[in-house]
């Protein structure tokens, strides 16, 4: 299965999350979906805050390494 992730950006010093361009993974079942969603962030250079399930796929959140 596939979902779109929906990501958000967290930066030092900014109170709100800035919207980043989304992308897609793949996997087969929910977890693989989640995992493959933080192996993406964490390959961009960005710490996994959280990746959740919304209403039209994933949603996460992340934060740029200092």
């Known amino acids: 299965m596939k ?3 929906a990501l958000f950006v967290l930066e ?3 109170a709100a999350p800035e919207p980043a ?4 993974v793949e996997g087969e079942r929910d977890d693989d ?3 493959a969603a933080a192996e993406v962030l ?3 250079g960005l ?3 959280a990746v959740s399930f919304g209403p039209r796929g994933l949603t996460a959140y992340a ?3 200092a």
């Open 47 to 49: 710490r996994v805050r």
């Open 21 to 24: 361009t989304p992308f897609e």
């Open 33 to 35: 979906l989640r995992a």
């Open 12 to 14: 030092h010093g900014v």
């Open 3 to 5: 979902a779109t992730v």
């Open 63 to 65: 934060e740029r390494e």
């Open 42 to 44: 964490r390959a961009r």
